[in-house]
């Protein structure tokens, strides 16, 4: 069998499928293992760039929103068979840029293009688009009814950030793009800088599927830049309708206020920080602690505590079983090994939580792996701090995320002051609760809380791992997200990126094919009242 062939990438943003000009300004990618760079050099592109890219978006639009379903889901799983077909070269470029496991590049590949068939299914299937049809009552007294008929209708074009931690799943293919292509709207992406060569490969996956579908290539476009500029500019521009943001509070709060301060403001949905608190209850530390103490581990170490729902808080109430599992802990993260974070920027901001939390009064520092990290790569080590209740409460600065593998135990003298650390809490993506069947049963009052508290509650589980299906939620109060209504998870996602409209007394051959009177698509409409798939009249 011959050599592969060498991996070669061109360093620039792709424009409705075009490559841009060299700019001015270049960087490039680093090894997190070995701090070293890697070629080739990646050119920002300009503010020009950012307005031809709107412009050819938006034109798209007029066409792409009004393709058929067959049409999307036709382009949704080409652009999953592309990536696929891009084989271990995007495996490897990303494990090289990320630092992440070939075996977790690899299930989260299939996770991506799995999103996308799924949605696929989604508008395959159709009735997601929650048809509505009023019928004419001209006879009603004493003013006749007219004919109205709502569905829901795309938005035009979206903005989307890559992630640094999901290099596919919430980056250029991931979930953002494809519940807002799937809903018919063309999307721009601004690539994460801490893996430009895995964007442009993804990016050229998804350009192949609307050369071979004969989309319009303004559907689509890939942009290298800064966060601040080229990212405030695109949210900015009066032709974007939308943003699919995940990352930190502080970046994802400018592209907010960023895009609410325009004379037109428009939605930034912005997954930002969450602790994800762990409540356990006597009960449950009393039959399982032991398995408890290794599960949470392996919640809080897993990507090196570089999941949005590592469970960074842990309340208990105290005593020896407390201590017991305390003490179990400790000797389980003492065991882990110091891993490779994304990059060196998320790894010195992990020291710097580290650092900051240690300086606070009344925490101790109980637990740290006993592994020497290695100083060439971008190492976060284990760490387990303690505290009580009281001290977590007089604390504001104990209640912020710390990015990576260390988290906060909490000892509560009773279940009052569990309740209190509970109300205290800012809006959560997770929260989890411990307890036998009984304590689950008595818990009431702690779960009526924490149902205000997060998006997702969880009962005898851990938050990491985040299943993609129909009824996942992953958002929460701010500063979880921007907005609580919304999820980036599941087939839900797409009613971020979509509007209702109304049509008033259309003649039949006027509307959408979802609203006529025949229902030739065959979903589930609301008829007068009643769900069904009956034709008008039927």
Known sequence: MPPAAPLVLHGKSLLAGVQLKRGKRTFHAVSPQTSTRLDPAFHECSLADVEHALQVADEAFAIYGRTSVEQRVTFLERIADEIIALGDKLLNRANLETGLPLDRLNGERARTCGQLRLFADLIAEGSWIDARIDTALPNRKPIPKVDLRRMLRPLGPVIVFGSSNFPFAFSVAGGD????????????VKAHRSHPGTSELVAGAIIRAIEACKMPPGVFSMLHGSGQEIG?????????????????????????????????????FAEMASLNPVFILPGAMRDRGPALAEALKNSVTAGVGQFCTKPGLVFALGGPALQKFANKLASHIADVPPGTMLHAGICEAYHDGLEKVEAVKGITSFAMSEIEPDSAATHGEPVIFTTDAKNFLRHPELHE????????LIDAPDMASLLRAALSLEGQLTATVHGTEEEIADATELLAILERKAGRLIINGFPTGVEVCPSMNHGGPYP?????????VGTAAIQRFVRPVCYQNFPGPSLPPELRDSNPLKIMRTLDGTLTRAAVGA
């Open 177 to 188: 793009t494809a519940s807002a292509l799937a809903a018919g709207n063309p999307v721009i």
């Open 232 to 268: 405030t500019a695109l949210v900015r521009h009066p032709l974007a309708r939308a943003a699919g943001f995940t990352g930190s509070r502080v970046a994802g709060r400018a592209l907010f206020d960023a895009a609410n301060a325009r004379p037109d403001p428009i939605p930034v």
């Open 401 to 408: 995320e710390m990015f990576g593998p260390a988290t906060i």
């Open 480 to 488: 979880a997200t921007t907005d609580v209504r919304f999820t980036s």
